[in-house]
């Protein structure tokens, strides 16, 4: 298994509450990037993003995607390349998903951008745009999937909120 290829303790999954993820079958470009690259949604998540930006838009808030779809090649690539750097275990997946566990294989996860601030940073959440999440992502079902102390021991990520399929809303991962 992958886990284990890469050295991470199976343990450390089952402390943690990680949930394993399917990889999206079915995804549609929802924003291209300025250089061209294309950003990858499942259907039901891109059509509640596209809704959810235009609300923001219309109230004056700016948002872009920074990441979206990831595929569990792409995540095991992020992981090998910080163990390159020398990063322990612990440093890593206190800010990555292991492969197979992260949200942004599902096609449902956004790490969301706004003009002015620098991206994956926490002070995101002293923009307007996170303001506007706040109070309105859930009217959209999106959610901001790792608040502070939350259970899966994820660092507070402001900029990571995830379209949530109501049946398994609430169970975190
Ligand atoms: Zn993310």
Redesign the pocket.
């Known amino acids: 298994m992958i886990l284990e290829q890469l050295g991470i303790p199976s343990e450390l999954v089952i402390t943690r509450a990680l949930r394993e993820h399917e990889e999206a079958k079915l995804l549609e470009v929802v924003e291209i990037r300025p250089d061209g690259r294309e950003h990858l949604l499942e259907p039901v998540a891109t059509a509640a993003w596209r809704d959810l930006k235009k609300s923001a838009l219309d109230a004056g808030v700016s948002l872009f995607i920074v ?1 979206a779809f990831r595929s569990i090649e792409r995540q095991t690539e992020i992981i090998q390349r910080k163990f390159a750097t020398g990063l322990s275990i612990p440093e890593i997946l206190a800010v990555s998903a292991p492969p197979c566990f992260s ?2 294989q599902t096609g449902c ?3 969301v951008g706004t003009p002015g601030c620098p991206a994956l940073e926490v002070k995101f959440e002293d923009t307007p745009a996170f303001s506007w999440l706040t109070q309105n992502a859930r009217y959209y079902g999106v959610e901001m ?1 790792y608040p502070h102390r939350n259970a899966n021991g994820y660092e507070y ?1 402001p ?2 909120w995830c379209h949530v399929n109501r049946s398994t809303a609430g169970v975190g991962g």
Request: proline share 0%; charged share 20%; net charge negative.
């Open positions: 990441s949200q942004h996860a956004v790490d999937s990520e900029w990571h």
